[in-house]
């Protein structure tokens, strides 16, 4: 089915729902349009990890306080900063990764993606990772740091059962990333061992409703092509629960790409367009647009507003990655200020 | 001896033939026990360390399109237990429904349905991923709707079989007139030329029984299948020969083995007919008249070869005389299961039976050469008949005459 065929799917579920009552769920935009059938059957279990909560989580906000502490602690610096120091460890996890399909997951505290971390320019970065994992790894950050914490030369992997702390400041202000620099690559990246790094500018950014995007793949039968694609892990999962945003109010997306074994992947939101700011280090956007393209590891910041409620559909716009789960939808509803 | 002395050796007798029960019993047990003791202990559980997955096979069996979209049958070849997580075409996960659910033992079968609008003339491929992602995929090279049972295709496929199988067979009987006007030489000849003709059509049934054994799913053992189906049905038809041979000695040897030459062919056809219909069945029958043209002509050489006998004198009396009725029962007995096996290929497609029935053929055509073999050659050496100028070209002229027919086949 090519785009167009999206696109009806969506006119399907707008026109299901001009006919019926104002109060109808949400719709199922997988199977709300009798002519389709395409998407992955039953729904997966969020108890493990929910893509949901994932969209708005850093620094282990999804947590509950008492908890939370034990994984991230905030301690204010002479210049006005703040220390933030994480714990981080690798497990070996299976993952469901699509309804019924169970991945064999190498995970940064036992999720993909790993919990994001988010410090303001000029913080202190400290991340004491456990290796509790069946194979060596190592936590690479993209940003400014010293060698010797880069976590990619052979000398710097962390074997099963051991430890060790990177420290560095958190520069340039930006979208990054973090990820397993341990050989071989490709398998310990498409894995699961990556994770969002956001740096706020010193001036913050304008309020907004932030959502956190990783753009991952899964090759579940090993042959370097992958079998599953989504954004936040779990195929198809935005379709059946649509992200709700606002009418009116700002979103900012933080998007990231990881895919493996596919040179680029994309983001195509419908009937909206956004600015980017690719890899988040300037204010000033690069473009506006309503595809975006970004090539593995990299990664840019998304800016709109909703203007219409209702449902729109948002995937990559190679239609085989959107075909093989990465296809979701937001769900715009009129905000308490919206006229 | 006394009757008290003759009854306890009967008892004893009695008790030496319960003996030898129990002792003929006692490995069953003990087996029974090694099994039991194997499923509750699971010796292999220690080679196989946690976190490996199980074996997972699955083999599409067969695709059917219809209006609605495919329907897939699915069987589960391997050891342990799959469950299909999801499904794909054309890389595109899809809705599905499986029937009687996505969890499936050992060698049960699961039919899937989904609503896939797929594209005339094009090729398709139906992904199935498990539970732990493994797939298994199936393709459809060129899609066009299976065909329903329903009388349009019953008639079509009728005249395919009237067409490749009854009258190409009838046409061959024609040679009759002709072949019983033959002398020694000449009926050496044709009698060689059937020997070619045969050898021939079973050398090609072997490779295709082997391509399909190949292709079928572990657990059916193929290759083993197909030779034993084969050998069966060699010694089934000789069986067969032996009492036929007794019962219609009056009306001569040569009708016998035309007989067993025409069941011989018809079970061949049979085998032919499920290819025929179960090509149109799989859309690959757009080549579809050259095929059918090319069976044909090869099968007319059938038609000849099951007369061939009836033309050879029996000992020293002279060919007794054919009614025709004789000549249209041989005729239907060879052509007419063509139109069966179409049918079956092209409505009830398996591959287990396509082999099965190709292993049939192979071993009919077998026993058959083997019989006209032995009526010819009855008063010489085996060697120095096969090199008597007649039979030698008849040979040569079977092969060739097969050969160039089959090209047109493809």
Request: aromatic content about 10%; proline content about 6%; some cysteine.
């Amino acid at each position: 089915m090519q785009l167009a065929g999206l696109g009806s799917l969506v006119a399907g579920a707008a026109g299901t729902r001009r006919f019926h009552a104002a109060a109808q769920e949400p719709g199922d935009v997988l199977t709300s349009h009798a002519g389709h059938a395409m998407g992955t059957v039953g729904r997966v279990s969020t108890d493990r990890f929910n893509p949901t909560t994932y969209l708005r989580s850093w620094n282990f906000s999804h947590l509950p306080p008492g908890e939370r502490a034990r994984f991230y602690r905030e301690t204010p610096r002479p210049d006005g900063s703040l220390l933030r120091e994480y714990d981080f460890f690798a497990v070996d996890r299976e993952l469901e990764i699509a309804p019924g399909v169970f991945f064999p997951a190498w995970t940064y505290n036992g999720q993909v993606p790993a919990p994001t971390i988010r410090a303001t320019e000029g913080d202190r970065i400290r991340v004491n990772f456990l290796n509790q994992g069946s194979h060596p790894h190592s936590i690479h950050f993209h940003g400014w740091h010293p060698p010797e914490m880069d976590g990619a030369f052979a000398s710097q992997q962390v074997l099963p059962g051991q430890r060790f702390t990177y420290e560095f400041d958190a520069e340039p202000f930006g979208l990054h990333l973090f990820h397993c620099h341990t050989v071989p690559l490709k398998r310990h990246l498409h894995k699961g061992l990556y994770g969002a790094f956001i740096i706020d500018p010193k001036a913050g950014r304008p309020s907004a409703d932030e959502l956190v995007m990783v753009m991952n793949g899964f090759d579940t039968n090993f042959d370097a092509d992958n079998e599953v694609y989504a954004v936040n892990t779990i195929a198809n999962f935005y379709a059946h629960d649509p992200i709700r945003v606002t009418v009116g109010r700002l979103v900012r997306i933080y998007l990231v790409n990881v895919t493996e074994f596919d040179l680029v992947n994309s983001l195509h939101l419908h009937g909206m367009f956004f600015d980017v700011y690719r890899t988040g280090t300037s204010l000033v956007r690069h473009d506006h647009t309503d595809t975006v393209m970004l090539c593995q590891g990299e990664r840019a910041i998304l800016e709109t507003t909703f203007r219409y409620p209702g449902e729109f559909m948002f995937h990559a716009h190679q239609s085989e990655f959107a075909e093989l789960g990465w296809m979701g939808t937001f769900l715009a509803e009129a905000g308490p200020h919206a006229t | 001896m006394p009757r008290s002395a003759a009854s306890a050796v009967a008892a004893a007798d009695g008790r030496r033939a319960y003996h030898a029960w129990l002792l003929a019993l006692l490995p069953v047990l003990l087996l029974a026990a090694l099994i039991a003791v194997i499923v509750r202990t699971g010796p292999t559980a220690s080679l196989r360390p946690a976190g490996v997955p199980p074996v997972e096979r699955l083999s599409i069996l067969r695709v059917e399109l219809t209006p609605e979209g495919f329907v897939a049958t699915v069987l589960n070849d391997g050891p342990d237990p799959v469950s299909i997580a999801q499904v794909q075409v054309d890389e595109a996960y899809w809705r599905f429904t499986a029937d009687p659910g996505t969890e499936l033992r050992h060698l049960q079968r699961a039919t899937l349905r989904i609503p896939y609008p797929w594209v005339e003339g094009e090729a398709h491929k139906v992904k199935l991923v498990t539970s732990t992602g493994t797939t298994f995929e199936r393709e459809i090279p060129v899609a066009v709707a299976t065909p329903r049972p329903g009388v349009r295709y019953f008639g079509v496929f009728a005249l395919i079989g009237l067409y490749v199988g009854v009258i190409p067979v009838a046409i061959g009987l024609l040679w009759f007139p002709l072949v019983s006007r033959l002398g020694r030489s000449g009926i050496d000849f044709l009698l060689a030329l059937t020997i070619g003709l045969l050898l021939f059509l079973m050398v090609d049934a072997v490779a295709e029984g082997l391509e399909l054994s190949g292709a079928l799913p572990g657990s059916f053992q193929g290759t083993s299948l197909f030779v034993f189906a084969a050998a069966a049905a060699y010694l089934a038809l000789a069986a067969l020969g032996a009492s036929l041979g007794r019962r219609r000695s009056a009306a001569g040897s040569g009708v016998v083995l035309a007989l067993l030459i025409a069941v011989g062919i018809g079970l061949h056809n049979f085998g032919e007919g499920l290819a025929i219909g179960a090509a149109f069945a799989l859309g690959q029958t757009i080549l579809g008249n050259l095929l059918v043209i090319g069976f044909a002509l090869h099968n007319t050489t059938e038609g000849l070869a099951i007369v061939a006998p009836l033309a050879r004198a029996d000992g020293e009396s002279p060919p007794a005389p054919v009614s025709l009725g004789t000549l249209v029962r041989l005729g239907l007995i060879g052509g007419a299961p063509t139109i069966a096996g179409a049918w079956l290929g092209g409505f009830v497609y398996s591959p287990i039976w396509a082999l099965v029935f190709l292993a049939v053929g192979v071993g009919a055509i077998a026993q058959v050469v083997v019989q006209i073999l032995g009526q010819m050659t009855r008063e010489e050496p085996l060697g120095r008949y096969l090199t008597s100028r007649p039979v030698a070209a008849g040979l040569l002229a079977g092969f060739i005459v097969m050969y160039a027919t089959g090209l047109l086949i493809g």
